[in-house]
C-alpha cells in the first residue's frame, strides 16, 4: 500500500523554473543565415585554399561582427559593427598577443582591462560591447591566438571577418534601405489592434504592455535614423507622424479600459488595416465616429482616421510635422555628462567586483594546472556583464549550457569526421546562435560552447580533450562569479526595486503635470515615453529577480501588487488626459496631486511609510483613486 509520501508531487523550485524558461518570438531566421554566412563562409574558404588556420581567424571576425549586430538603421548597425571589430576584439587580441606568456603581467593588464570595460558599459550599448569584446579577446590573446605568429596576422584577419561581416549587410541595404522602420511601425499598429480586440477580457494588461513597448522601439528606431540622415527627410516625418497617432490611439483604449466601455468594432480591424498600409504604401479610408459617443472614443476614432490620412497622404497631414520631434545635438553638454559617467564608473561597486573576479580568475589561470585557463577569464567576464541580467541567474545558464556544448563538441570530435562534416557542424552551431540569444542563455551557451570548440580544435588539433578543458574552466569561472562576484555583496541580495520604484513615482508625477497641468494638454512624446520606459524597466528587473535565490525572489514578489498600481496609475493619467479635452481641469488640483507623488516617491526613497493625506480634487478623481491604490499598496510592502 503506497504511503503518503508517495502521493507527494516532486516541486520543482520556482528560481529553476525562471533559470530555465525560454522567451516566445518570432524565428530570426534572418539573422541565422547571416551568423551561417559570417562564420561557414571564411572557414570554408581556408579548407578550400589549405589555410585553416587564417580561415578559423576571419570566421571569428565574422562571429564578432555577427553578435555584435543589433536592430537599427543600416548605417548605425554597420559603424557599430565596425566599431566592436577594430576598437573591441582588434585591439584586444593585439594587447593579449602582448602579454602572451607574461605571468604576472598578463594578470595586472586583465585587471586594468576589466575596469575599463566596466567603465565603457557605463556608457552606451555600443560602448559595452565594444568593452566586452576588448577583455574577452585580450583573454583569448593569452591563449592559443597569441602565439601565431607573426603577432600583427591575428588582428588582421580579425579584422577581415569584420569586413565579410559589413560586405554581408550591404545586399539587404541596398534592396531594402527602410525595411526595419517600416517593421517598427508596422509592428505598433498590429499590437494596437491586438490591444484593442483584448480590451474588456485578462489578456487587456499583456497586450497594453505590449503596445508601449513596441512604440518604444519604433521610436527609438526612428530616431536613431534621424540623427544618420542630414536635412529633411519627409518619409521618416511621416512615420513619426504614424507612431505620434498611435500613441494617441493607445492613451484612448486605456481610458476606455478605465471607464469599463468598449471600442467600435471596426477601430481593431482599422489597426490592422493600417499596420499593412505601412508596408504595402496602400490606401486606407476612414472610418465613422458615433454620433454622441464617449470623449474616448472620439479620440480614439480620431487618431486612427489621423494615421489613416497620414498613410494615404491625404490633406497634407505631413506639413510641420517633424517640428520638435528631435532636439538639436549639444555636443558639450553630451561630452561633459559621457565625463561624468567615466568619472563615476571608476567607483561603481561593479567595477570593482568586476576587476576583483577577473583578478581572481587570472590568479587561477596561473597557479593552477589548467590546459585552457584563458577560458575562466573569458567566463567570468561575459557573466559578470551588467546589462546581460541577473548575475546569479546568468552563472546557472551559462554553466548548464557549458555542460551540454562541451559534451556535443566533444562528440563531434572524438567521431574524427572529415573536413566537411566538421564544416557543416560549424554552419549549423553558427545558424543556432541567433535563435539560442532569442530564447535563453543558457541555449545560446549550448551552441556558442560547441561552435567555440569546435574552431579551437580546427585551430590547434587538439581534439575530444579540448571540450572538456572548456568545461572544467567554464564552470570554475562561473563559481568565480558567483562565490566573489555575487554572495559577498549585499547588492546582489537587495534588488534596487524601491529606488526604481521612487523613480517611478517621481515620473509619474511629471507626466501628470504635462499632460493636465498649466491648463492644456501636453502630449510631448517624453513624458509619457519615460514613464512607460520607468515600468517596463521595473517589470524587467522584478522578472529577472525571480530567477534568484529564494531570499531575493520573496522580497522582490511582495512588491508585485505596488508595481501594478504603478501602472494604473499612468493608465489613470493617460485616461483623464484622453476625456479632459476641452475641458482642462484646475492647475492647482493637478500640482496638488503631483505634489503628493512626489512626496510617496520620498518617502519610498527613506524606507519610511507614505503619508495616508491626499488631497481629493473631483476634476481628477480617477487619478486620485490610482494614487489611494498606490498608497495602499507600499503600505503592505516590506522593505527590501
Not at 565579410?164 to 539587404?172: A, D, E, K, R
Not at 530616431?223 to 542630414?230: D, E, L, T
Not at 499632460?515 to 520606459?533: F, M, N, P, Y
Not at 517596463?536 to 529577480?545: D, G, I, P, V
Request: aromatic fraction near 6%.
Amino acid at each position: 500500500m503506497a504511503g503518503p509520501a508517495s502521493g507527494r508531487r516532486l516541486r520543482v523550485p520556482g528560481w529553476l523554473i525562471e533559470v530555465a524558461r525560454a522567451a516566445r518570438g518570432p524565428v530570426p531566421w534572418a539573422q541565422m543565415g547571416f551568423t551561417a554566412l559570417a562564420v561557414g563562409a571564411p572557414l570554408a574558404a581556408g579548407l578550400t585554399a589549405g589555410q585553416l588556420g587564417p580561415g578559423v581567424l576571419v570566421a571569428m571576425g565574422g562571429l564578432g561582427g555577427a553578435l555584435a549586430d543589433q536592430i537599427g538603421p543600416y548605417p548605425m548597425r554597420m559603424r557599430r559593427i565596425a566599431a566592436t571589430g577594430v576598437l573591441g576584439g582588434a585591439a584586444g587580441l593585439l594587447l593579449g598577443t602582448a602579454i602572451h606568456h607574461h605571468g604576472w603581467l598578463a594578470v595586472g593588464v586583465l585587471v586594468v582591462l576589466a575596469g575599463l570595460s566596466a567603465v565603457l558599459s557605463s556608457i552606451s550599448a555600443t560602448w559595452s560591447t565594444i568593452g566586452l569584446n576588448l577583455l574577452v579577446y585580450a583573454a583569448l590573446g593569452t591563449g592559443p591566438l597569441g602565439a601565431v605568429q607573426p603577432w600583427w596576422l591575428p588582428p588582421l584577419w580579425l579584422v577581415a571577418g569584420v569586413c565579410w561581416s559589413l560586405v554581408l549587410m550591404v545586399p539587404g541595404w541596398i534592396l531594402r534601405p527602410r525595411a526595419v522602420e517600416q517593421h517598427r511601425v508596422a509592428a505598433v499598429y498590429r499590437a494596437l489592434a491586438a490591444d484593442l480586440h483584448a480590451l474588456g477580457t485578462e489578456g487587456f494588461d499583456a497586450t497594453r504592455r505590449d503596445v508601449a513597448a513596441a512604440l518604444d522601439v519604433a521610436y527609438e528606431e526612428l530616431v536613431s535614423q534621424r540623427a544618420a540622415v542630414r536635412g529633411q527627410d519627409r518619409r521618416l516625418t511621416r512615420l513619426v507622424a504614424l507612431l505620434n497617432q498611435a500613441r494617441l490611439a493607445e492613451e484612448a483604449s486605456a481610458a476606455l479600459a478605465y471607464a469599463g466601455e468598449q471600442p467600435p468594432p471596426e477601430a481593431a480591424l482599422q489597426a490592422d488595416a493600417l499596420a499593412e498600409a505601412v508596408q504595402d504604401g496602400r490606401a486606407v479610408p476612414e472610418i465613422d465616429r458615433p454620433a454622441a459617443a464617449d470623449p474616448a472614443v472620439l479620440t480614439l476614432c480620431g487618431a486612427l482616421n489621423g494615421a489613416a490620412d497620414v498613410v494615404s497622404g491625404r490633406g497634407g497631414v505631413l506639413s510641420g510635422a517633424a517640428g520638435g520631434a528631435w532636439s538639436t545635438w549639444e555636443g558639450r553638454r553630451l561630452l561633459a555628462a559621457l565625463a561624468e559617467k567615466v568619472r563615476g564608473g571608476f567607483t561603481s561597486t561593479f567595477v570593482i567586483r568586476l576587476m576583483l573576479c577577473i583578478g581572481v580568475a587570472a590568479v587561477f589561470s596561473e597557479v593552477l594546472p589548467l590546459q585552457r585557463s584563458y577560458w575562466v577569464v573569458l567566463a567570468v567576464a561575459v557573466i559578470m556583464k551588467p546589462d546581460f541580467g541577473s548575475v546569479f541567474a546568468r552563472a546557472l545558464q551559462y554553466g548548464a549550457g557549458t555542460v551540454l556544448g562541451a559534451a556535443a563538441g566533444a562528440l563531434i570530435l572524438a567521431a574524427g569526421p572529415p573536413e566537411l562534416v566538421l564544416l557543416a557542424s560549424v554552419v549549423l552551431f553558427a545558424a543556432l546562435l541567433p535563435y539560442g540569444m532569442s530564447r535563453n542563455y543558457a541555449l545560446f551557451a549550448v551552441f556558442f560552447t560547441a561552435l567555440i570548440v569546435l574552431l579551437i580544435d580546427a585551430l590547434t588539433h587538439s581534439g575530444w580533450p579540448l571540450a572538456h578543458a572548456r568545461l572544467i574552466d567554464a564552470l570554475l569561472g562561473c563559481g568565480i562569479a558567483l562565490g566573489i562576484g555575487y554572495a559577498p555583496w549585499p547588492s546582489s541580495w537587495h534588488v534596487g526595486l524601491r529606488r526604481d520604484y521612487a523613480a517611478g513615482l517621481d515620473t509619474a508625477a511629471r507626466y501628470l503635470d504635462r499632460a493636465l497641468g498649466q491648463g492644456a494638454r501636453d502630449i510631448s512624446v517624453s513624458a509619457r515615453t519615460q514613464a512607460r520606459r520607468q515600468v517596463a524597466a521595473l517589470h524587467t528587473a522584478f522578472q529577472r529577480s525571480l530567477a534568484g535565490p529564494r531570499r531575493v525572489r520573496q522580497g522582490v514578489t511582495a512588491w508585485w501588487p505596488a508595481l501594478v498600481a504603478l501602472e494604473q496609475l499612468l493608465d489613470a493619467i493617460a485616461a483623464t488626459a484622453v476625456t479632459a479635452v476641452g475641458q482642462p481641469p484646475p492647475a492647482t488640483a493637478v500640482s496638488e496631486v503631483s505634489a503628493a507623488l512626489r512626496q510617496i516617491a520620498a518617502s519610498v526613497r527613506s524606507g519610511k511609510p507614505p503619508d495616508q493625506r491626499l488631497p481629493s480634487p473631483p476634476s481628477i478623481a480617477r487619478v486620485t483613486d490610482a494614487v489611494r491604490s498606490v498608497q495602499h499598496s507600499l503600505a503592505e510592502t516590506p522593505p527590501l
